[in-house]
Every structure is written in structure tokens, then in C-alpha cells.
Nanobody, 120 residues
Framework: QVQLVESGGGLVQAGGSLRLSCAAS????????MGWYRQAPGKQRELVAR???????NYADSVKGRFAISRDNADNTVYLQMNSLKPEDTAVYYC??????????????WGQGTQVTVSS
């Protein structure tokens, strides 16, 4: 069983910063990519940022220049530094582990989600 444990969400004023963390634990050999998605009320879940095991990154256009994703492969942890936050960044943020290899399977996993609220 693989678990993703997220932390770092909360309430912040517009212009402020937050840092999200997500640690993967359990019995697995490797993870192809880790990322963050978000879902605001009434909207579909969308990719925020993603990083591969080799360090390649991609970001949603709406967060480029404000958010930075990083990854510690040794600890299987991914971070999302969010700066210059805007009210429209308010959402539940979900950690995703893509391509998790165990003895028998390769599949994706999701965290439970952490709320980020940006007040104007």
C-alpha cells in the first residue's frame, strides 16, 4: 500500500505565500512523476505543477512565475512553494504520484487533499 500525506495548506491573505509538502510512503521501488492538482468549488480538477524523477517540470499557465515545484527523490517528497497568492488560487490541492512501481503494479495515487484559501 502506498500513501501520500500532504501538509501545509491554510488561510493566507492575497500576496502571501504558502508551502505545500507531500510525502510518499509504503512499499514501492520508484515514482515516475509527482505533482499537485487543485479543484475549486464547481470546477474540474486541474494540474498545477508536475515534476518528473529527472527533474523536468511543467506548470499551469496561471501559476507560472509564482509557484515552484521541487522534489526530494531520496525522501519521495514533493514540495510546492506558492508565492504572490491570489484569491483565485483558492482550492483543495491534491498531491499526485504518477507511475508508482511496486512488485506487481504500476499505478497512480492521490493524497487526501489540503485546503488553500486566499483572502482578498
Amino acid at each position: 500500500q502506498v500513501q501520500l500525506v500532504e501538509s501545509g495548506g491554510g488561510l493566507v491573505q492575497a500576496g502571501g505565500s504558502l508551502r505545500l509538502s507531500c510525502a510518499a510512503s509504503g512499499s514501492f521501488f520508484s515514482i515516475d512523476a509527482m505533482g499537485w492538482y487543485r479543484q475549486a468549488p464547481g470546477k474540474q480538477r486541474e494540474l498545477v505543477a508536475r515534476i518528473t524523477s529527472g527533474g523536468s517540470t511543467n506548470y499551469a499557465d496561471s501559476v507560472k512565475g509564482r509557484f515552484a515545484i521541487s522534489r526530494d527523490n531520496a525522501d519521495n517528497t514533493v514540495y510546492l512553494q506558492m508565492n504572490s497568492l491570489k484569491p483565485e488560487d483558492t482550492a483543495v490541492y491534491y498531491c499526485n504520484a504518477e507511475g508508482v512501481y511496486t512488485l506487481r503494479t504500476r499505478r497512480d495515487y492521490w493524497g487526501q487533499g489540503t485546503q488553500v484559501t486566499v483572502s482578498s
